[in-house]
């Protein structure tokens, strides 16, 4: 089992930007396909983004297409979310996971069993 840490989310205004950084402490992220989901509050919880382990495939939610990028950094073992251009539905707790074989080039959450703590965005005027 990995100890994901995710953070990096704040208030922002609307169309503000974040970056959420997910790591794994002890462990070789690399080695892992990681997504990034989002729980509002009342709503269940949504795949937004995932990168599988190589790279190679990459997936987004429609609404995020565009304004959100998921990148690797193998050299610090780190997965990013950079999210630009923020809506007020944008507004969740985000979290990471990871899975061995995750992410064909879309974001399914059954493939995931390791999750982190969950980072707080909120973007409000």
């Known amino acids: 089992q990995l100890r994901l840490v995710d953070s990096g989310g704040h208030q922002v205004q609307p169309g503000g930007s974040l970056r959420l950084s997910c790591k794994a402490p002890?462990?070789?992220?690399?080695?892992?396909?990681v997504g990034w989901f989002r729980q509002a509050p009342g709503k269940e919880r949504e795949g937004v983004s995932c990168?599988?382990?190589?790279?190679?495939?990459?997936g987004y939610e429609d609404s995020v297409k565009g304004r959100f990028t998921i990148s690797r950094d193998r050299a610090t073992n780190t997965v990013y979310l950079q999210m630009n251009n923020l809506k007020a539905e944008d507004t969740a707790l985000y979290y990471c996971?990871?899975?061995?074989?995750?992410?064909?080039?879309?974001?399914?959450?059954?493939?995931?069993?390791?999750w982190g703590q969950g980072t707080q965005v909120t973007v409000s005027a």
């Open positions: 996971a990871a899975g061995a074989y995750a992410c064909p080039g879309y974001v399914l959450d059954s493939e995931y069993d390791n």
């Open positions: 002890g462990f070789t992220l690399n080695h892992w396909g």
């Open positions: 990168i599988s382990h190589s790279g190679e495939y990459i």
